[in-house]
């Protein structure tokens, strides 16, 4: 079965810096998609990045990467030159090749500060 | 980017009513999905359909039903709502694929509160 652990309830970040937000994953599934998705307080849900499993390199979307360790089972997001417009929750996710659906994360709540 | 649509974006109701919750796609999605988040919360898998006519219950389980009786419309249907059914629900769709970089376009959300 998938499962999805976010171990940060909460993170504040100074403007500017970079911050990582970690993800660890569980699947006995060789394939499978990770996905990082962000909500703003208007509670949409906007994705930002996608990872497969047999990527060989890191996803990067802007100032968005992942940092994909598949050995640790870990897929976690960073972001760099934090803007206060990044101040929102984000979720981790996947999806097994032979699942029909996205199992997300307890999400991270991340505060940036000016 | 995403074109799918929720309505009402906002719901205050009585208990005991009997409401349904609109999800519209104009992208052609064959996969569509309902999922409900508590504020601040994971979201939880309580809907999903493969296409017409097809229809299966999430992991969470819930009172409400759907029917998807059009490719782009996916509704969701509460006989007799309570307060325990307050949350946000969120409607999503995605391009079906073989592989697992099945993308989810999502709605708005509707905030739904019961009295």
């Known amino acids: 079965a998938q499962k999805i652990t976010q171990t940060q309830p909460g993170m504040f970040v100074q403007e500017k810096e970079a911050v990582t937000l970690d993800c660890t994953y569980d699947?006995?599934?060789?394939?499978?998609?990770l996905f990082w998705y962000k909500q703003p307080s208007s509670g949409e849900m906007i994705f930002l990045i996608y990872?497969?499993?047999?990527?060989?390199q890191n996803a990067t979307e802007g100032r968005y990467s992942l940092n994909f360790q598949k050995a640790r089972k870990s897929a976690n997001l960073v972001i760099s030159a934090s803007q206060l417009g990044d101040s929102a929750m984000y979720f981790c996710?996947?999806?097994?090749?032979?699942?029909?659906?996205?199992?997300f994360g307890q999400g991270t709540r991340l505060t940036i500060n000016p | 980017e995403a074109d799918i649509y929720q309505t009402p974006r906002y719901l205050v109701i009585g208990t005991g009513k009997k409401i349904t919750l609109e999800c519209s796609q104009t992208m052609g999605h064959d996969k569509m999905y309902w999922y409900q988040q508590d504020p601040g919360m994971e979201l939880h898998l309580i809907h999903y359909?493969?296409?017409?006519?097809?229809?299966e219950k999430g992991d969470l389980s819930s009172e409400s039903t759907v029917s998807r009786i059009r490719t782009e419309h996916f509704p969701l249907t509460l006989e007799s709502a309570r307060p325990s059914h307050t949350s946000q629900y969120l409607c999503a769709s995605s391009e079906y694929r073989e592989t697992a970089n099945e993308k989810l376009f999502f709605g708005s959300g509707t905030q739904l509160s019961v009295l």
């Open positions: 699947t006995s599934d060789p394939s499978y998609g």
């Open positions: 996710a996947m999806r097994d090749r032979g699942a029909q659906k996205l199992v």
């Open positions: 990872q497969g499993s047999y990527d060989q």
């Open positions: 359909s493969y296409g017409v006519n097809s229809t």
